[in-house]
Every structure is written in structure tokens, then in C-alpha cells.
């Protein structure tokens, strides 16, 4: 018997990404805006993000140092 079923993508929300980026929750929102990262609306309007493609850019930035 075969199953149809589709592990669902992990999305996040604006917090979560900021966090991830170290950034302010509303740039995420303004970057959504500007179309360079895309989002999910939820049936309450929330923006929510693929955790695939938030990662994707996490991996595109340069690495910081660590200050000794």
C-alpha cells in the first residue's frame, strides 16, 4: 500500500528568522516586501518563511570572525 504523503515544510516566523540573521523582526518583513526572501500568509495574515530557503541564504553569507 503506497501513502501520498508529503512531509509538510517547516516555516517560520518573522522572530525566528530575525533571530537567525541577527537582525529586527520588521527588516525581515521589509526584505518579504522587497521580494528577497518570499513568504507564506497565513488564514490570519501572518508572514510566515520556508525554513529551506531561509537557510539557503543563512549558508550565502560570508562567515563573521570571532573576535579573541
Do not use: C
Not at 504523503?5 to 522572530?15: A, I, K, M, R, W
Not at 508572514?47 to 553569507?61: A, C, F, K, P
Amino acid at each position: 500500500m503506497s501513502s501520498n504523503h508529503v512531509d509538510p515544510e517547516t516555516l517560520l516566523t518573522p522572530s525566528e528568522v530575525a533571530s537567525l540573521f541577527r537582525v529586527d523582526p520588521k527588516t525581515v518583513t521589509r526584505w518579504a516586501k522587497a521580494g528577497k526572501l518570499s513568504s507564506i500568509r497565513t488564514l490570519g495574515g501572518h508572514r510566515r518563511y520556508r525554513e529551506s530557503e531561509v537557510r539557503g541564504l543563512l549558508d550565502g553569507l560570508p562567515q563573521q570572525r570571532q573576535v579573541d
